[in-house]
């Protein structure tokens, strides 16, 4: 029985999201790190970002998409603390995700 509760327990962890409120960060700094276009980019980035133990931050917002069409479109921005942007962006690069640089 003991090594069922175990097994359980470690399934809730790894089942665990890094996603926080804003809140949770206070008075830090958040850098953004990457805009998610479409549901599934940002579906596989929370699960990396996750898997990686890293807190981040996620809002939708627009933006401004199509050459001869413009329009509005939404999409999701996921920010991290400055204090470990460089390891996210190594993440995401690894993992064939450009993330957002100024500039």
Known sequence: ???????SAADNRSNRTMRQEPDFFGEQELSLLYMARRLPDALKLERILTEAGIDYLVETGTYTGGLLMRRELMGAYFYVSDSVIEESRTLLVSNRYKPYRLG
């Open 1 to 7: 029985m003991r090594t069922r509760k175990s097994a």
